[in-house]
């Protein structure tokens, strides 16, 4: 472990190490600066308190700055559920400062259902209400634009160690699936 450290430091390796930041400053800074690779974090709090919606937000501010990919687990809430909250958080976020302007959590499911009427008769479905369209379309570009100092995997740079480091090479083998 630490002569894959050392050579990563070396070659100038070391976005693994380098904290992918959740869009909340001061918590930001509080966990030196973001997650790293490897890191859970684990909201608790009473029922009602916005656990749901921070997550989502942290969730979404990783995903869309392409540095790292989200796994979301939610226990209490269904996708269909969580994927209105993300709609209606696109479009505030899309009207900020303006406090208006933005569709709500509970109006999102009302144009979902004028959407399926419409497609019913002939229509295009969700991309072509008016209204959602510029939420959907900004939740597709979710991580098509990584930022310069994203961290990307470097499949050669892993093969060339495996190689230098036989002991490690098993390791290798277990995650990517390809030999040295």
Known sequence: MLVDLNDNLASGRFGEYQPVPLGFGLLDKTIGGGLRAGELLLIGGAQGTGKTTMALQMARNVASSGQANVLYVCFEHEEQYLLN????????LAHLPQKTGAIKIQDVRKEVMASWMAEGAGGAGLTANQKLRPSLDRIARYGQSPLPHAR?????????????????????????????
């Not at 909250?85 to 505030?92: C, D, F, K, T, V």
């Not at 990307?152 to 995650?175: C, I, N």
Request: aromatic content about 2%; hydrophobic content about 30%; cysteine-free.
């Open 152 to 180: 990307q995997p470097d499949r050669q740079h892993d093969r060339q160690s495996a190689q230098a480091h036989p002991a490690a090479s098993q390791r290798f083998r277990a995650t990517d699936g390809a030999g040295p």
């Open 85 to 92: 909250r993300l709609i209606a958080l696109e479009s505030a």
